[in-house]
């Protein structure tokens, strides 16, 4: 998108100039952009993967604790990674899968809405199966994803204070 803005500012330029060096000018800092915007930081899958697996288990912890309002929150973290996924990662053929993950997150949001702890429990199984049968059909089914057994952090209390 930047590309193309770049790019419609120089043609514009380039059209109401008529100067060679202008132009000269205007494409060396077009480039350099450009070099720029393809040197910037992208995430890799591992990192995104690794943010969901501890929101995975934080949502765990925070539904298994009745906080309802931080299994939202968590639960919408995941979907936002997914997203982010499926934007910064289109060159992995493993994100052509992912879609797999949407119906196992509906079902954890409508049990997260109802406060329904027994529908949580069955959402969060399926979510974890569904994360390991998308490993599966990736080749990665060396990555086993479980219901956590401990906290995923220290340093946060899963109770509700509201």
């Known amino acids: 998108m930047k590309t193309i ?5 120089f043609f514009m330029l380039a059209a109401c100039g008529g100067s060679t060096n202008n ?13 720029k915007l393809n040197d910037t ?3 890799g899958l591992g990192e995104f993967m ?20 931080l299994a939202d ?3 919408h973290e995941i979907g936002e990674s997914l997203d982010d996924i499926k934007k910064y990662c289109t060159d992995r ?11 196992a997150l509906s079902s954890i949001n409508t049990a997260i809405q109802q406060k329904d702890m027994q529908l ?6 399926d979510l974890t199966n569904n994360c390991n049968n998308c490993h599966k059909t990736v080749n990665h089914e060396f990555n086993v994803i479980t219901i956590p057994t401990s906290l995923p952090v220290v340093n946060q209390d899963f109770k509700p204070h509201y």
């Open 73 to 75: 929150f968590e639960v």
């Open 120 to 125: 949580f429990k069955n959402g969060f199984i």
């Open 93 to 103: 053929p493993e994100v052509k899968s992912i879609g797999m993950i949407d119906p």
């Open 50 to 69: 690794l943010g969901i697996q501890l929101h995975h288990a934080k949502l765990w912890f925070a539904g298994t604790n009745k906080n309802w309002k």
């Open 23 to 35: 132009t000269d000018q205007l494409q060396a800092q077009v480039d350099s952009l450009q070099k």
């Open 5 to 9: 803005l770049i790019l419609g500012v």
């Open 41 to 43: 930081y992208k995430p």
